[in-house]
């Protein structure tokens, strides 16, 4: 079964930069999209960006738009996340999710993702 398993968390200072990864356990069809999501305690998952269909597009929410990235690196079956200029509103734990065949209009919602990662830690301190 394909897994998951993101990396890179960890506590830093506002203004700083961090770098997540997703590694697949796989290599992925062109359709496999891989989004990051983000969750803080009480409040719902939140969508922060994906790679759309093996990497043919990219989007971002609004409060990340020009600060973070999402890239891949096929040989590796990993996906990134590089977020620069973070805040404390960053804070959360962050969480890889891929899915096959989404539909465009449901890519934001974490109920079209079938596969996860177990999360990790960003903490940004002031």
């Known amino acids: 079964q394909l897994q998951l398993v993101d990396s890179g968390g960890g506590l830093v200072q506002a203004g700083d930069s961090l770098r997540l990864s997703c590694a697949v356990s796989?290599?992925?069809?062109?359709?496999?999209?891989v989004g990051w999501f983000r969750q803080v305690p009480g409040k719902a998952r939140e969508f922060v960006s994906v790679?759309?269909?093996?990497?043919?597009?990219?989007y971002y929410a609004d409060s990340v738009k020009g600060r973070f990235t999402i890239s891949r690196d096929n040989a590796k079956n990993t996906v990134y996340l590089q977020m620069s200029s973070l805040n404390t509103e960053d804070t959360a734990v962050y969480y890889c999710?891929?899915?096959?065949?989404?539909?465009?209009?449901?890519?934001?919602?974490?109920?079209?993702?079938?596969?996860w990662g177990q999360g990790t830690q960003v903490t940004v301190s002031t």
């Open positions: 999710a891929g899915t096959r065949r989404a539909i465009l209009s449901t890519m934001r919602s974490p109920d079209a993702y079938h596969y």
């Open positions: 790679l759309w269909r093996g990497g043919s597009r990219t």
């Open positions: 796989e290599r992925t069809s062109s359709d496999f999209s």
